[in-house]
């Protein structure tokens, strides 16, 4: 069997333990074609990518053939590249500020189709990092849904990384519950079960199922 399937296979069989239903995106990202085709006709359904045309030139022909994959931008979006990004990806997990929404807003109208939005927040308040500062979300949840007719789903978290993951999680959960949001993207290869246990409904893992990246 391909290591990718018995990467994926051996975090299904953690999730199984514990029962949980949580989406297992997997993140291809740096990782060519013939390294994905695998899982790809194995059945597996989501994937993340955070480059647009990395993308565009990977997954074209993927998504064309298997009209069940759900392709994730997990990545900065820049507002130049929305008009490559829609449709080909079906979920976008970093809309992190108002002039974006609106890009995304009049793509959607122009192609008649919504992709499902997490609004990325900056939960560590890292000077360095994209995101929706917590004490903004309210208004900008506002913008999207009632003015720009965002289909937004859930929100998505890169939690410093500063031993405190665990906190982090907690107050993303507790974020989301609150504005009753349904979905959560957050939990990496390294910390996908903290994040399942506080509530994440998608797990981004890249290195755990392909492999160090070069
Ligand atoms: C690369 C990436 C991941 C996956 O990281 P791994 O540590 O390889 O699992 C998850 N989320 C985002 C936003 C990423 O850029």
């Not at 949580?22 to 990782?31: C, E, G, Y």
């Not at 859930?154 to 949001?181: A, R, S, V, W």
Request: hydrophobic share 40%; with cysteine.
């Amino acid at each position: 069997m391909h290591n990718t399937i018995e990467n994926i296979l051996a975090i299904k069989e953690e999730l199984n333990l514990i029962n949980s239903a949580t989406n297992i995106i997997a993140v291809s990202k740096t990782f060519d074609a013939s390294k994905i085709k695998p899982l790809v006709n194995f059945g597996h359904i989501h994937f993340g990518e955070n480059k647009v045309q990395e993308a565009i030139d990977k997954w074209t022909d993927l998504k064309k053939l298997n009209e069940d994959i759900k392709l994730h931008l997990i990545g900065k979006l820049q507002t130049n590249k929305v008009k490559f990004c829609l449709p080909l990806f079906d979920y976008i997990h970093s809309l992190d500020n108002l002039k974006l929404a609106e890009k995304i807003s009049s793509q959607q109208t122009k192609l008649n189709f919504k992709p499902k939005i997490f609004v990325q927040v900056n939960i560590g308040n890292e000077i360095q990092k994209n995101g929706i500062s917590v004490g903004e979300l309210d208004f900008f949840l506002q913008e999207c849904k009632t003015n720009l007719d965002l289909n937004i789903i859930g929100l998505m978290c890169i939690p410093p990384d500063d031993g405190n993951t665990k906190k982090y999680f907690e107050e993303m959960h507790q974020i989301n519950k609150k504005l009753d949001l349904k979905e959560l993207s957050m939990g990496m290869s390294s910390d996908y079960m903290e994040a399942i246990n506080n509530g994440a409904t998608f797990i981004r893992v890249g290195s755990r199922i392909f492999g160090e990246r070069t």
